[in-house]
């Protein structure tokens, strides 16, 4: 479900929520229920959202969270429904909830776009009041506020305040504060505090940063044109006694490994790809993607066969787009005959692969008159029940048939077969 929502398939997520809980009988928790919210939400639905929160409150052994207030309070201010997200969070604090501060949040950057500050700072003296301790994001939603419009000291002065206070800040606030300066040019204070967070990394006890940050300000290196600094950022670590290394994750890896690719440094890309392979660390797709890409880009096919190979034997599956790209760029080469060895690696594991990845591949073995191998190919789609597509079959009857071996290839697609004729 999160995976569709991410994508912004809010249509499937929801599908899966009610297949999963309506038609499954499996018993959703909150987590569930506020992806659900937050698709409702996204997808301009908010009183849907509001449905679905009511339903909670009626039905659901548990209560709501503070991420289910949050979902529905952005949707309502979305939604230009920003007094009924106010009454939403009082109910939230009637309810015995805590004071959260990504709600105020909402709340107070609802009405700053409203150009309603008096107001704004009203929620925030609230939450203030209500919490000793705060999330430093609220500051970074007043700074960007105040830059856009030109008015820096205030800007800058919020931020002080924050620092001032000395909380112990979470990855995802610092994070936000980082993009911030960065995005109004305050340059030398962003890196003051990365470097004040690296120095606050002290694991286990606590995590000061993660992968995004690095991602933040290695982007920023390559931003600036400082492309030689990128990887001493990369690598950088606090000096402060105490302070530890950040142990790098594959989303870490693959944000710079995508940065040198774009900047055809495929030297230092796939340096840094032997390091996470020797890491208690797997690349993803998006690693064997970014690579496999570039090598095209590059017109060095091997080293792209090469790539596609290892993330075959890796397990990963190639989404359809991606295999079609892949088999196209390789036959359109006239690396047919690789592109159905692989292809046969991905076809003895479940799911199957795209019938379209099946029909680039046989007609490149056509075209390149590797009739045999083509016959395979169109023999494991039938055995694996893969739906040969009208345009493959007329194709491949076409081609086979001025070989002088249309008649083999008609009995091989005999459509009275029981359990093909659904697929044409």
Known sequence: MAAMYRAKRYDDAIALFQFFYNQSNIVPNIVSYNVLINTHCDAGRVDVGLDVYRHILANAPFSPSPVTYRHLTKGLIDAGRINEAVDLLREMLNKG???DSLVYNNLISGFLELENLEKANEFFDELKERCLVYDGVVNATYMDWFFKRGREKEAMDSYKSLLDRQFRMIPATCNALLEVLLRHNKKTEAWALFDQMLDSHTPPNFQAVNSDTFNIMVNESFNLGKISEAMGVFKKAGTKPGSKPFAMDVAGYNNIIGKYCEHKMMAEAEQLF?????KSLSPDVTTYRTLINAYFDEERIDDALMMFR????SNLRAVASFGNKVFGELVNRSRAAESAEVLTKMGERDPKPDPMNYEIVVKGLCKEGLFDLGRDMLGQMM????????????????AFAKEGRGEEIERLLDVRRQGYAAHW
């Open 97 to 99: 909830h805590g004071a």
């Open 274 to 278: 032997t390091e996470l392979c020797s």
């Open 310 to 313: 290892k993330m075959v034997d």
């Open 383 to 398: 055995r694996y029940g893969v739906g040969v597509t009208p345009i493959l079959k007329d194709f491949v009857l076409e």
